[in-house]
């Protein structure tokens, strides 16, 4: 293979060492939240969890089209909760569960006077790492794709930068052909 020329090769370390600057930065926060998102159930300080039984009498419909919206956000209101936050509600079985912001639950049963009522907090700056995975927003999804360009520059200019057995067309290559390898032998197996 013919040699880089010095040229090139000073300006493929400098694009390598600054691009990889800017990754590093980007992949320490996807680092954390993948973390926090893969063993999310190990961490109690993610899922704060109140439960309570508060007396409450409301005679729960036997269909549900008995039953609306603007009837959900009414028992929301009157159990102290914000009717913005309501997304919404199921009837099955005699079970009215009507589910709204902060995975807030509110079930009442035909027949009992009482509403089971379960919120899950989570702290507001884990929650975002978190949904950096999920991919919220179109304005995400480009920076995504730009930081994925940006990954691919780096490793390119990084397998170029060193040269002969030890680079790509040597141990370098046999190493980065072992690195696409075991995730996939992992998910063959495994998975």
Known sequence: MKKISPKVLKYTRLT?????YICTGILLVYIVSGFLLNHYKEFEF???KREKIVDYVYEVPQNKLDFTAEQAQ????DLGYDAAEYKRFT???GTLS???????VIKIQTGSKQAYIKEI???KFLTALNQLHRN???TWTIFSDAFLLLTVIVII???LIVPGKKGVFGWGGALVLAGVLIPLLIYWLVV
């Open 16 to 20: 390598h060492r600054y691009l990889s």
């Open 46 to 48: 993610m899922r704060q």
């Open 74 to 77: 009414k028992i929301m209101r």
């Open 91 to 93: 009837l099955k079985d």
């Open 98 to 104: 009507i589910v709204g912001a902060n995975q807030l």
């Open 121 to 123: 907090h989570r702290p």
């Open 136 to 138: 919220p927003n179109t």
């Open 157 to 159: 200019t990084g397998l």
